[in-house]
């Protein structure tokens, strides 16, 4: 009889698989700690869990200094954590073997490796790996009883980036920050790192194209024709468009006021449009944003807690392909039994029989650990909306993608008047084939042209010209944004949200169509002058390569982590030169953005100066008053001395006075106009 | 050597600051702004092409496009105020 240690990596995933290898028998908690012990096969099995990451590099030794390469793993600072790695200590020591069954990735790896090294007493050596892609009952039993030798290539890929991660992030961080202290006296939360810098620049170079843009004219002419003989009226498009020339676009819309013309050519096309590919994570992210507005974090988090329902196979995969071994069938007939998607299911099934099989639409892009997000079947009882609307997008593509091809018709009308040409592109849905199933995601993007043939009369009742200016590129959402890291491999598909997330965090970015702050160019500002090589996507690409070799087996994890250090030195050693200049330069940045906040708006007494928040020295309450104070201008007003106030940029419609804003203190956001004897505040 | 053939000494352009965001800069505009009025002279020809407009109209209805760049539509206003610099490139 053998006592084995499974290690999951969340509390939700230890359930279920203590569920699927125990048969549903209910777990035990140990100081917090949830664990699971029931016999199979006559062994005992102890399912126990971690809490995501248990084990984190730091600085061995203490000290605030910079460059330090010298680091260790430790356990990471959280009270409950520790709890989660003394109690899976002392259960280890009554277990003889040792299995990881964490999410079969470079982090899931990395984290059952390193509680099995440091909670399990260095037991990594003899321990085995269960891999699954989905929580269902039978694909757990079959990785449990295929257990194989742990996969250290991805164990040392996962050391090597975080060690490197860490390596950068902390160097940098700390550099930027002793910097602007020792000018500035004060602190500041600043970091940067291998892959926020290059994300970063890549957002101010697409800021600096926008406000550098010249918007240019030009003018599309358009007309609406009546059709003889049944009168059908219908917008046009000169063919000519975009006439670049102001005085032409008007000589054009005065010579076709009111000409007749004919059909003189229709044109038909037959187009087909494939189903789409089954998702990925980058895929389902930019899906979910396009279809719900959801950033891509909360698709990932969503996404994350329908797989440890069981609901989905596991998310975080670049593939786009869903292989047979999955079992297309049951799983369609499993969707089937839910009332929403029994009637789809029945039709795809239908039209297998006929074809002789089910065959999914497949994308280009593999992932040799796990297939493309798919629906497992499981019911999925009572889920929150958002878990429902992400789970609904899934099944649905999951469904589309076995779907026949859509068919559309292009149409394209000329109409001739004399020396004049006008066209209609029109486009009709014939068949909609996968997009059926996809409803209400799928577009159709049908647009209707009028019944016309060849030779029928048309005459312009209305023409006019579109005074156009070209634009400049769109900004990212975070949509984009994740699209343009993953083309230049910039993080992992686990990282990228979260780096994305760490920008927002800390005011380098803002908005859903986002812009770089004040903040963001200073300290981008800073990286590119005394980190050029920390702004390019090209020393992180090359990372990523190699680290995706140490994965492959094909390089050395102490070498790659050696090449490393070499880089950040060399970037350290620049840095040591420019330090007061990196620090008076972030100083003003910071200097610059607390004047800016402190700003209310201009001085309503004297016109020139602004108004700022300041302090009486004597009672030390705040109060706003004009920067000309010293000029002769004594205007002020009394503030609220509870919550943040900031500027609403409104103006007060009865007297002029900026109006401010204020969070916190007694309640949400509320307004106020500063003028104390403001006619709106008069009572009637 | 005669006064007018006297070497001279560089003007300072330390500590510059740029007239539009007080940033510091070589000259009178810092690197973006400067860029900005780089492109505004560029683009005039085009504009002046297509809708016969005078640099005056130009610079004003650049500074109303919404479609125009943050920093085109500061320097457009700047050069519209600084009398000066309202010729034509």
């Known amino acids: 009889m053998v006592h084995h ?15 699927a290898l125990g048969g549903g028998k209910a777990g035990r908690v140990k100081q917090g700690l ?24 730091v600085q061995q030794g203490s ?12 356990p990471v600072k959280n009270r409950r954590a520790r709890a989660f790695i003394q109690e899976i200590s002392s259960l280890a020591k009554e277990a003889d073997s040792f299995i990881s069954a964490c999410d079969y990735d470079t982090e899931g790896s990395l984290i059952a490796f390193m509680v099995l090294r440091y909670a399990c007493h260095g037991s990594d050596r003899a321990a085995k790996r269960m891999k699954f892609s989905s929580l269902t009952k039978s694909e757990l039993i079959s990785a449990y009883e295929n257990a194989s030798k742990l996969d250290v290539p991805v ?23 002793d910097a602007y202290s020792c000018n500035s006296g004060g602190f500041e939360v600043l970091s940067a790192g291998r892959v926020q810098g290059p994300t970063l620049s890549a957002l101010w170079r697409r800021e600096r194209t926008i406000n550098l843009h010249v918007p240019d004219p030009f003018w599309t002419i358009e007309a609406d024709l009546e059709f003889e003989p049944n009168g059908e009226v219908a917008r046009a498009s000169f063919c000519e468009n975009p006439v670049l020339s102001k005085r032409r676009a008007e000589e054009i819309v005065k010579r076709c006021a009111g000409i007749r013309g004919t059909v003189s050519r229709l044109k038909e096309k037959e187009i087909a449009i494939p189903p789409p590919c089954p998702f990925n994570l980058g895929d389902l992210q930019a899906e979910a944003f396009r279809v719900f507005r959801f950033p891509p974090l909360k698709t990932q988090k969503e996404a994350e807690r329908l797989y440890l329902e069981g609901l989905i196979s596991y998310p975080r995969t670049v593939s786009q392909q869903l292989p047979p071994s999955i079992g297309y069938r049951r799983i369609l007939e499993d969707l089937g039994e839910n009332r929403e998607y ?5 039709d795809i099934l239908r039209m297998a029989e006929a074809k002789g099989g089910l065959r999914p639409r497949q994308g280009k892009n593999t992932d040799p650990a796990h297939p493309a997000i798919y629906p497992t079947g499981i019911s999925p009882g009572k889920l929150v909306q958002n878990a429902r609307k992400v789970y609904d997008l899934i099944v649905r593509r999951f469904l589309s993608v ?18 004049e040409c006008f066209k209609i592109d029109g486009e009709l849905l014939m068949d909609p084939g996968w997009m059926k199933y996809y409803k209400p995601y799928a577009r159709a993007g049908e647009r209707a042209v009028p019944e016309v043939k060849e030779g029928d009369g ?14 400049p590129p769109p900004r990212f959402n975070q949509s984009s944004l994740l699209r343009y890291m993953e083309r230049n491999s910039l993080g992992t598909k686990g990282t990228r949200a979260e780096i994305v997330s760490t920008l927002y965090k800390r005011g380098y970015i803002t908005g859903s169509n986002i812009s770089v702050t004040e903040l963001g160019r200073g300290v981008l500002m800073v990286l590119s002058r005394h980190f050029p090589e920390l702004t390019t996507v090209r020393m992180s690409r090359e990372l990523e390569k190699r680290m995706e070799a140490i994965e492959e087996g094909t390089e050395d994890y102490a070498e790659v982590l050696l090449n490393a250090a070499e880089k950040a030195k060399e970037v350290f050693e620049g840095m040591v030169y420019g330090f007061e200049e990196v620090g008076a330069e972030l100083n003003t940045v910071v200097q610059r953005l607390r004047k800016q906040k402190s700003t209310i708006g201009s001085c309503p007494h004297c016109r020139t100066g602004v108004l700022e928040v300041l302090r009486s020295r004597k009672t030390g309450k705040r109060f706003l008053g004009c920067s000309n104070y010293g000029a002769g201008c004594s205007f002020s007003a009394p503030l609220p001395q509870r919550g943040t106030i900031r500027t609403s940029g409104k103006v007060c419609s009865s007297c002029g006075f900026p109006i401010i804003a204020v969070t916190g203190g007694y309640s949400k956001t509320w307004t106020i106009c500063i003028n104390p004897e403001c006619p709106s505040k008069m009572r009637a | 050597m005669d006064d007018l053939h006297k070497p001279r000494m560089p003007i300072k352009d330390e500590g510059m600051k740029c007239s539009i965001c007080e940033a510091e800069s070589k000259g009178e505009l810092c690197e973006e702004h400067a860029e900005a009025e780089a492109r505004i002279r560029d683009h005039y020809t085009t504009w002046h092409e297509r809708m016969d407009v005078t640099w005056e109209e130009y610079l004003r209805l650049l500074e109303a496009n919404e479609s125009s760049g943050k920093w085109i539509r500061e320097v457009a206003s700047y050069l519209i105020y600084s009398g000066a610099r309202t010729r034509s490139p």
């Open chain 1, 342 to 346: 029994a009637k789809e299911v029945e």
């Open chain 1, 34 to 57: 949830p664990f699971y012990r029931f016999s199979r096969a006559g062994d005992t099995i102890t399912v126990v869990s971690a809490l995501g990451h248990l084990y984190a590099p």
């Open chain 1, 155 to 177: 164990i040392m890929a996962g050391m090597t980036r975080h060690e490197v991660d860490w390596i950068f992030g902390v160097n940098i961080s700390r550099a930027i920050m």
């Open chain 1, 63 to 74: 000290g605030w200094s910079f460059p330090v390469f010298n680091l260790v793993w430790k």
């Open chain 1, 402 to 419: 076995f779907g026949p091809a859509a068919r559309k018709t292009l149409v394209n009308i000329e109409v001739r008047a004399g020396d």
């Open chain 1, 458 to 471: 048309a005459t312009v009742l209305r023409v006019w010209k579109n005074d156009r200016f070209t634009q």
């Open chain 1, 5 to 19: 240690l499974i290690v999951c990596e969340k509390p939700s995933a230890a359930r279920k698989v203590a569920f």
